[in-house]
């Protein structure tokens, strides 16, 4: 029997420079994973050729070309570290990038998806981001924020957290999801 594919979405902040955490997680845990990077998260947070030796299969970090294989499909869905950005973009209906294609679809087609936030106390107190947390657990997404979750750290001291950014919670709420 064959491991169950996770998708492993990847926002460009601060915890994407520690991506094999979840990687790793994850494949202690019997997942085959899929990683899928937004332009951001390339340009400046993963190195592609050591995230490609970890997970055993080429990331994507774009729409399919002829020719590439199309991804397996997706058993669950992370998505982490997850920016404002991206989650404002997700639950407005924006899909103006891979990632947020792939969102949408997966959305759409009842995946179990958990969302593990990266944001700072500023960002997360505009009414703006609480409204599009709210849309997609109306959308049957689990959105790890708050208690239990991702807690929101002062601006300008992200890189004081990313040993405590809680990348199990995303695996055990998939998992739970399933």
Known sequence: MSAPVLYLM???AGPADHIDRMVKLAQVDGWDV????????VEHFLDLEALEALSGHSVRTGHQRA???????????????????TINKWA???ADTYVLTQLAELTGLGVPIAVLPFVNTALANNRVFHRSVAELRESD????F????FIPHPPRTGGKVMDSYPWQAALDAVKASM
């Open 92 to 94: 407005a209906g924006i």
């Open 141 to 144: 997404v689990t959105v790890l």
């Open 67 to 85: 020719g590439q294989p199309a991804l397996p499909k997706a058993a669950a869905v992370i998505v982490a570290p997850a920016t404002y950005n």
């Open 10 to 12: 990847i926002c460009g």
């Open 146 to 149: 708050g208690e239990g979750g």
């Open 34 to 41: 899929w990683c899928i990077a937004s332009p951001s998260a």
